[in-house]
């Protein structure tokens, strides 16, 4: 077991980690943040999304041990202050079904509008190409991300 | 049209916010403390084995495990409509990576290296890899046992065979009509095994505390049938169902895989086991593909006579079902399949022989649809194919078939009212189905095609829901239903409802996935019958709730209960347009009366909804005489696509389609199912592609090799057209319609295809490789 430390959602926690330990179980069985979820476990579904350093990355493809000293953004730390207009758009065009992927979605998401405000259709698509979901059919949350990118 | 303030409003998801700011918790996500168990599980490498023994000592001996479990724990089987399943394989194993045995422990990891030591020997049997084979004289038996084998009075076995089932329709005289008939098409089409590949696994953790209680926390469409299902298979162990308890938290998603019970029992049997103990088992991808229920296969002979006006004179339709090891649950998908494989038709003359096959793979079972997509596949390219023989256009031909109220269905009830012609004109319209497309591009060829769609329940005649509602002190109401919110808004439509009847807002109803323990009964969240047939029980709880209140009114107040109403929460009196009172100064607390004295108490309505008039007492040769279904959901859709000649690669460009749901008692709900069941239709019909090998194995159980669509894929253009022609007996007229959005993808797309290049293909999936080879064979004739 290994101390690291990093700053998670703002806050800086230390924990030990064993060496082959994944991000995602530490961050979810040992740090108590359930919104990344395992859906694969290989790296292909994408609903493990979390933000490490301003990109987004698949925490069940690193280990726990990687991310010591950087800084970690989960949808727990994007929702802290209330609603994003992001949030709010899906939230109004019920763009969400069954919700599994929709943590790891809107991150990938937040990382394209930061770069890029205003994306093309084209762009959000391919934003949200590494995020499987089964219920919405993505037509319904590209058009909310649409909608609030023109906005604000 | 009566106006309405809740109902038909695309109110925001009651569940909304929890699901956009992460707040959502699924099975996996709950915390059980330090002292849960993992459960690894022990699976067989062979499709068809029989076991000679297991030695489970070196996996005893691992530090940290607890208890080490076989068949030889539960000999006990259970199953939904047919007794043919067991918690662990007994005597043999039936498919390649069905559960032998389970090591509970402390850690996974050591559940998973003691797993590794658990010694089975086997003698392999040979495999039925195909239900072709499966029917062939002399095959060999997966279920010797079959006769003696518990099943549903509807169910027809062939002992000592691999048919489980046989569902038989003979109506008219099907010779006569093929003789009437001035053409006759007769083709064989073929529709693989499909994954759901709902994005959660399944999970479930189920502690059995040392009062006796068992408390089952799972991902699940079915919380009181598991209840139902745990009690009466572990009943030797002394349980009854007021000691089983059933906890659903969110489910991500389902699309039938959750339904019945599967690996929840494991946990449940388990835990039993490690009294005390909260026992973790928690599948992954590969499982998700191979150990749960996958959507049949089917082989489908189809032979339709017509007038040269294109009428349907007969209809001969042979479906021979790889239903995979355990059937007992996808023995009813044969079952509904038997009952509907005339299509949204009305033919006068017709057979059906729908055979549920044992095979060696895994157990084939509920998944969105229930075995409408697949025979539509066959009888949707068919119509295609006759209409292009007689010169007829495809919609033309359909329109002049379709089946319209009062009309006979293949069993001889009558066909409820519906908007299957307005469907039609609407798609027709919408798709500007006779303007002519042509790409610039010689490379690139464009086509149109069209399907129907039908669809009705499959449930046992007495499938039933109910509904607690409480009101609070400030008027806001808890909804206490038993169904599930899978992702369809089912909760979010519940609320509406009571909003409608109590003058509520949505916003002030509280209703969530349910405990067996504190919510009433309801079936399965299956079938898309949930807004339907929890509907109307939450309608009667609502209405049961506002005559208490208007009871108490007249009582106290001295009004006309027949001139009570409500509005903007309070009670008011049309012949007294000066009395009104809010809600809340009494649904708790009551009305105190002029000597100090109050009357009331606190508001709570009840509900339950049983569709009385469904019976599947019927003759089995014919299949006539009783009401199986409640009623059919029908539509029509249409789509542009764009053929690749070079690569064969499909692009979807433009898909329309018109569901006829009674009423959209929330249409940004219902847009939802659409689209969502269009991409999930063609990624059936365009992407997916299950491959086992000789020994029965599944090769690719991952999103790797196994593809289903990014958003990458989805069309430029998707419309959904929402027709309501009322159900008689649904809440506000409103019918299902989850399932049936995805069930017209794939005919529609083989008939664009035919439409743009001239070939025809009929085995599912149509791959690029598939169009490319036909393209050269086309180009060789």
Not at chain 1, 121 to 131: D, L, M, R
Not at chain 2, 578 to 590: K, P, Q, W
Request: contains cysteine.
């Amino acid at each position: 077991m290994k101390k690291i430390s990093f700053t998670l959602n703002g806050e800086l926690r230390y924990i030990y980690v064993a060496p082959n330990e994944g991000l995602l179980e530490v961050l979810r069985d040992k740090m108590g943040v359930k919104s990344p979820k395992c859906g694969c476990d290989s790296g292909d579904c994408g609903a493990c999304t979390v933000i490490l350093n301003g990109k987004t990355v698949r925490s069940c493809l690193i280990f726990a041990i990687e991310v010591d000293g950087q800084d970690i953004l989960t949808l727990e730390g994007i929702s802290k202050d209330g609603l994003t207009p992001l949030q709010t758009a899906l939230n109004e065009r019920n763009a969400y079904q069954c919700g599994y992927c929709a943590p790891g979605m809107i991150l990938s998401v937040t990382e394209l509008i930061k770069k890029n405000p205003h994306p093309s259709e084209h762009e959000i698509k391919e934003s949200i190409a590494g995020n499987l979901c089964r219920c919405t059919g993505y037509k319904p949350v590209i058009d909310a991300v649409l909608e609030v990118t023109k906005k604000h | 049209m009566e106006e309405y303030k809740f109902i038909g409003k695309s109110a925001i998801r009651v569940d909304g916010k929890e699901k956009v700011s992460g707040a959502a918790l699924y099975t996996d996500d709950l915390e059980f403390g330090p002292d849960l168990l993992y459960a690894e599980i022990v699976e067989g490498p062979h499709a068809h084995a029989m076991i000679l023994s297991i030695d489970t000592s070196e996996a005893e001996k691992v530090p940290e495990v607890l208890a080490v479990v076989t068949g030889k724990d539960f000999p006990y089987n259970f199953g939904l409509y047919m007794k043919d399943r067991f918690i662990f394989a007994q005597d043999r194993v039936r498919f390649f990576g069905e559960q032998i045995a389970a090591v509970v422990a402390r850690t996974p990891q050591a559940a998973k290296k003691a797993a590794k030591l658990v010694k089975v020997s086997y003698a392999p049997l040979p495999k039925v890899l195909s239900p072709i084979d499966a029917v062939k004289k002399n095959a060999d038996l997966i279920h010797p046992d079959l006769e003696n084998y518990e099943h549903v009075p509807w169910f027809f076995p062939k002992p000592k065979s691999n048919i489980a089932h046989h569902r038989k329709i003979r109506k008219g005289n099907v010779d006569q009509g093929f003789k009437d008939a001035d053409y006759v098409l007769e083709d064989t089409y073929e529709v693989p095994r499909y994954s759901h590949c709902a994005i959660e696994y399944h999970a479930a953790v189920a502690k059995y505390d040392h009062s006796g209680r068992l408390t089952v926390w799972a991902s699940s469409q079915s919380p009181h049938t598991q209840r139902n299902l745990f009690a009466n298979a572990l009943a030797p162990l002394g349980l009854k169902h007021n000691d089983v308890r059933v906890i659903a938290p969110h489910v991500g998603g389902g699309f039938g895989s959750k339904a019945g019970v599967t690996m929840e029992i494991i946990a449940a049997a388990v835990a039993m086991k490690v009294q005390g103990h909260p026992v973790k088992v928690l599948w992954n991808r590969e499982r998700e593909f191979y150990n749960t229920y996958q959507r049949l296969g089917v082989v489908a002979k189809l032979k339709i006579g017509v007038k040269k006006d294109g009428r349907i004179t007969a209809l001969h339709h042979e479906l021979f079902w790889d239903a995979g090891a355990y059937v007992e649950y996808g023995a009813n998908v044969v079952n509904a399949v038997g009952l509907s494989a005339i299509g949204p038709y009305k033919v006068e003359n017709a057979s059906i022989d729908s055979y549920c096959i044992y095979t060696n793979l895994p157990p084939g079972g509920p998944y969105r649809g229930f075995g409408y997509s697949e025979f539509l596949f066959g009888l949707e390219s068919h119509m295609d194919r006759i209409a292009k023989h007689l010169g007829i256009d495809p919609i033309e031909i359909r329109r002049r078939n379709a089946i319209k109220e009062g009309d006979l269905t293949a069993y001889g009830a009558h066909m409820n009212p519906n908007g299957l012609l307005q469907a039609i004109d609407a798609v027709e319209k919408e798709i500007k189905w006779s303007e002519k497309l042509k790409s610039s591009n010689p490379d690139i060829a464009i086509g149109k095609g069209f399907s129907l769609f039908w669809k009705a329940p499959a449930m046992p005649p007495n499938a039933s829901s109910s509904c607690f509602l409480k009101m609070n002190e400030d008027a806001s109401i808890n909804l206490l239903v038993s169904g599930m919110d899978l992702g369809q808004g089912f909760l979010t439509v519940m609320a509406q409802i009571a909003a409608e009847i109590l003058s509520v807002p949505t916003s002030k109803i509280r209703t969530e996935n349910p405990d067996t323990d504190r919510n009433p009964y309801e079936w399965q969240t299956v079938a898309s019958h949930i807004t339907w047939g929890c509907g109307n029980a939450v309608k009667k709880a609502a209405i049961d709730a506002r005559d208490q209140i208007f009871d108490l009114i007249a009582r106290t107040n001295f009004l006309p209960k027949d001139m009570l109403y409500l509005e903007d929460e309070k009670v008011k009196c049309k012949s007294d347009p000066s009395f009104e009172l809010a809600l809340r100064d009494f649904v708790i607390n009551g009305i105190q009366m002029e000597d100090g004295t109050f009357k009331g108490g606190p508001i709570i309505g009840r509900g339950s909804f049983m569709p009385e008039y469904t019976s599947t007492n019927a003759n089995p040769e014919t299949s006539q005489g009783g009401h199986p279904n409640v009623h059919y959901t029908v539509g029509a859709a249409a789509a542009i696509i764009e053929i690749d000649k070079q690569t064969g690669k499909v692009k979807v460009k433009k898909i329309v389609e018109a569901v006829d749901c009674g009423k959209a008692l929330n249409p940004s709900l219902v847009d939802g199912q659409i689209v969502g069941g269009i991409m999930q239709g063609i990624s059936t019909v365009l992407y997916e592609d299950m491959k086992f090998d000789h020994r029965g194995k599944m090769l690719n159980p991952n999103f790797t090799d196994y593809k289903i669509p990014t958003a990458l894929d989805v069309p430029d253009e998707i419309i959904p057209i929402i027709i309501e022609v009322a159900q008689p007996d649904g809440p506000f007229g409103a019918r299902g319609m989850g399932e049936h959005t995805m069930i017209p993808v794939a005919p529609m797309i083989a008939n664009a295809i035919d439409n743009a290049l001239g070939i025809r293909i009929k085995t599912m999936p149509i791959t690029a490789e598939k169009i490319c080879l036909e393209i050269l064979k086309k180009e060789k004739e």
